[in-house]
């Protein structure tokens, strides 16, 4: 006999739970038994009296609940957690190998089964995020499980364990914002917040209290690897540079010239900083400038002299209210470097938004090049590292396309 509150969901929530996807929508809920608690473990069923699935159950939230899992025999106690926790941990070793499992993201939310919870790990440290109620209420639990786990089957020393909270969607779920560090055994809870990292040779310095997101951007990572063969020998922009990690890729590679673009000087900045720690600052320059600005001025003062363009944008849309400007906005400047580069030349171009889909990148690439007057011959289409799974049939999973093309 099962003892947790329980709901009932409309055929249309009860399709989509199995169909594969793991949420459950306000407007969904037809009915809920008193005893529902935010935070919570709620059993959800069919109309017709059916077992769906048990997860976290949030009246703040406009996804009611959040699928842990659809297994009815699954209790939910300490050795449950910690199950999951090896599972998520042992694939990462297995699909990251040795050297990369040193900098990866160990937990990727649904498609870990750990519905809001991130965890990114850049050698002994581990960032974090929260952004459901069930897992906030779990938090103390799943750090010290995690840790001990990383220390004790997976011989991964971890000194310092910083919660980045500071998301404003945590007020949607109710929840306050912070950051902080955790106070677990033999953590460190003072630090000038800064580690090195090394991703594709690279050595890179990673603010993981001020730096954006958790400090740096992982899921680009075998995306970065797979330009460096195209940028020996030749002159390279990098658009949107953030920290310079596509730029230092390309110049580590025998590029001949690197130039970084960034709006942030902040992120220049950075970006400089590591370029000197890998000896590549002779072949590199960095430019803060607007994207779109830069590349219209250059068009005017026919002054554009690049062998591979990179677009790495921030995601141009969070929502689907404004994807249509969003597809704009990736059009136009998707356009204006093409309409700058000759022919032969190489473009590398991508979109980290889910909400723009593979379908929706592709047929703005294709109007962009329409629109420019060139051709694209595809040399490779990819996604997020493996690190960032995609849970098929839950497309918030799925966000990051990446392709490489040649401007014929």
Known sequence: MRNYAKITVTKKG?????????????DEVTSATENCADGGLTDVYSEKGKYLGTGFYNSA???????????????????FWERKLRWAIAYRRSV??????????????????????TVDRFGNVLVTQVLSLGIEKRKKLLYDLLIRLLREEFGQEIAVLYERNDLAIRELEGMERYCGYYAGEGLLTETNGITEIVENGVRYEVDYINGQKTGFFLDQKYNR????????????????THTGSFALNAAQAGAAHVTAVDVSADALAMARKNAERNGLSDRMDFICADVF????????DKRFDYDLVILDPPAFTKSRDTLKNAIKGYREINRRAMQLMKRG????????????????????LHNAASDAGVGLRQIEGRQQSPDHP????VPETDYLKFFIFQIV
Not at 61 to 73: F, H, M, P
Not at 225 to 240: H, M, N, P, Q, Y
Not at 345 to 364: G, I, P, V
Not at 390 to 393: E, K, M, R
Request: net charge neutral; hydrophobic share 40%.
């Open 390 to 393: 995609i849970l098929w049939n």
């Open 225 to 240: 690897r797979s330009i460096r063969t195209l940028a020996e020998g030749k002159r390279v922009l990098d658009c949107f």
């Open 96 to 117: 990251m190998g040795a050297d990369d499992f040193l900098c990866c993201r160990l937990i990727f939310g649904e498609a870990d089964a750990f519905p809001g919870f």
């Open 14 to 26: 009860e399709d989509f739970l199995r169909g594969g996807h793991v949420w459950v929508y306000a």
């Open 345 to 364: 030349a190489y473009l590398a171009t991508c979109s980290c938004s889910h909400f723009m889909t593979e379908s929706y990148f592709k047929q703005m």
């Open 61 to 79: 939230s406009k996804i009611r609940v959040r699928i842990l899992s659809k297994n009815s025999n699954d209790t939910f106690d300490d050795a």
């Open 293 to 300: 600005e830069l590349l219209t001025n250059a068009a005017k």
